[in-house]
């Protein structure tokens, strides 16, 4: 894997290599030093696929804010639980009574220890964010450097389109992530080191984008050429996907053009032949019948209802007959029966984890959608995570 | 901050969005209570920050007879020396911070008299 200072100086060479043949070194050189000022600390290799923070100080402290946000969600999480359980059963509540969720969030809010877990998780996620933009915007001359590097390189290709309109709902700061996956020029970069807290250690190595890819099922003919991953972020399924199918032609498209620059970036590193477009997954200009699969990693959660609707008769245009059509989120069918403090969880992540659109996800009928659209729609089989859901689509032939 | 003269002559992909709110967020009853808890949690890091300083300081002194900034930097952990910290680090996450979970239902207000028989 090529390490990123490395793409700065091979992109400003071959840049230059088209008007002077003998001018590359001199601009790999030049480059280098205009993003790398003398002084600068050497890159600190990867850890797996990821490369390590520029420093050693950042690192130790996001390593511990990932401690400190799993003992929040563990011992601290279990002990709020288990106090949502006594205050229920103080009231005369029987712990199966179907609360409502605005109940619940009256009962439990006042709770010290509920409150408290609520203000761990929240402090964590700032912090952890706050340190991700101290860095990538403190030090944007090296980080854009190395994207510009990488824009201009394959061996996929990498398509900004500064004209996109973008609809109001993809603009929110979901994750309460600085800038949102469209307002920072490194909301890709704070999307990779940032969800790393979220998978507790399982995002190294893309583990549960490469498992996601490996089950992914497809057509009953065999013929996989095409496939498309919308809302495909930083592209870790995407290159998933193409590494489970080496042949084919595989896109990502995403709203944030940062995050696909940065997807792009990675697909550099790795030497893996993947387009990525900012696009709108409502109107991907792909022709009709294009993909042979169409897929998104947990993205319908973070959309409108309008704009899931509009995705999936999208999808339904440019699968072709007997492709597949597998949008992989949150269980919606047999997800188990939420308690008071599940309840007030979701309250908690909606209103100030900022999932604008995760509860209206859970009620917006994804899967009526997905059988009105004229899809023939398979729950039962294969899943694609554990415990995830299972929207297994296929146009008829 | 970005240096905002050299991010105007740059390829930019950003564009415009909409701000959440949950900086102002009030979970404790008192924002300044709120406060302090973030203050607690990044000191936390900040110690465990120096802390793993620390051990790689050590261990290149121990081994190298000598240490430099880009040694430390540099330094890579051995999967044993990996395991170890972690362990250390959880440990101290819940040494340090267990007491929040300590049961607050038998709290007594500060002016009320203890009774003796």
Redesign the interface.
């Known amino acids: 894997m090529m390490d990123r200072r490395t793409l700065v100086g091979v992109g400003a060479a071959l840049t230059t290599a088209v008007s002077s043949f003998f001018g590359g070194r001199k601009a790999e050189a030049k480059a280098k030093d205009m993003a790398y000022p003398k002084g600068t600390m050497q890159p600190r290799g990867h850890v797996e696929r990821l490369e390590r923070f520029a420093n050693l100080s950042l690192e130790s402290r996001q390593d511990f804010l990932m401690s400190f946000r799993t003992w929040a969600n563990g011992d601290l999480g279990r002990t709020a639980n288990a106090r949502a359980d006594e205050i229920l059963k103080s009231k005369g509540i029987p712990k199966d009574n179907q609360l409502s969720q605005a109940e619940a969030i009256e009962l439990l809010k006042d709770d010290p220890i509920i409150a408290m877990s609520t203000r761990g998780w929240c402090s964590a996620q700032q912090l952890m964010w706050s340190g991700l933009k101290e860095e990538f915007e403190g030090n944007a001359d090296r980080y854009l450097s190395e994207m510009e590097a990488a824009d201009k390189m394959g061996p996929g290709k990498l398509e900004l389109n500064a004209n996109l309109k973008l609809p109001d709902y993809v603009k929110h700061e979901i994750h309460i992530q600085p800038g949102g996956y469209v307002g920072s020029e490194f909301a890709g970069h704070m999307y990779h080191y940032g969800t790393n807290a979220f998978y507790t250690g399982r995002n190294f190595n893309d583990e549960l984008h490469v498992g996601s890819a490996n089950n992914m099922p497809i057509p009953k003919d065999g013929k996989v050429m095409r496939i498309l991953d919308v809302g495909c972020g930083i592209g870790q399924l995407a290159l998933a996907l193409k590494e489970r199918f080496p042949n084919a032609e595989v896109w990502g498209i995403d709203v944030g053009g940062p995050m696909v620059r940065y997807a792009h970036l990675r697909s550099v590193e790795r030497g893996l032949d993947v387009n990525f477009s900012q696009r709108l997954g409502e109107d991907t200009q792909f022709p009709d019948n294009y993909f042979d699969i169409v897929t998104s990693y947990i993205m319908f959660h973070e959309v409108s209802p309008e704009g899931t609707a509009a995705q999936v008769k999208e999808a339904m245009r440019i699968v072709r007959p007997g492709g597949i059509y597998y949008p992989l989120d949150f269980k919606l069918n047999g997800a188990p029966r939420r308690t008071a403090y599940g309840m007030y969880r979701g309250w908690m992540d909606h209103r100030w984890n900022n999932e604008v659109w995760t509860q209206k996800f859970r009620t917006n009928g994804l899967p009526d959608m997905i059988r009105k659209a004229g899809f023939d729609l398979n729950e039962k089989e294969p899943e694609l995570l554990r415990g995830f859901g299972i929207l297994n689509a296929t146009k008829p032939a | ?3 905002e003269k ?2 105007g002559e ?11 709110d ?2 102002s ?1 009030v ?3 008192n924002p300044h209570i ?1 406060n302090l ?2 203050i607690v ?2 000191m ?3 110690i ?2 120096d802390r ?2 620390m051990r ?1 300081v050590e261990h290149l002194l121990s081994t190298k007879g000598k240490v430099t900034t ?1 040694m ?5 952990p051995t999967n044993e020396q990996k395991a170890a910290w ?1 362990a250390e ?2 440990a ?3 040494r340090v ?2 007491v ?2 300590r ?3 038998g ?1 007594k207000p500060f002016g009320e008299e203890r009774k003796f028989n």
């Open positions: 901050m970005a240096d050299k991010m740059r390829t930019k992909a950003a564009s415009d969005f909409i701000k959440g949950t900086d967020a979970f404790l009853g709120d808890m973030t949690i990044a936390g890091a900040e465990w920050s793993q300083r790689i880009e430390i930097e540099q330094y890579v972690a680090r959880d101290m996450a819940k911070y267990s929040m979970a049961d607050t239902s709290a």
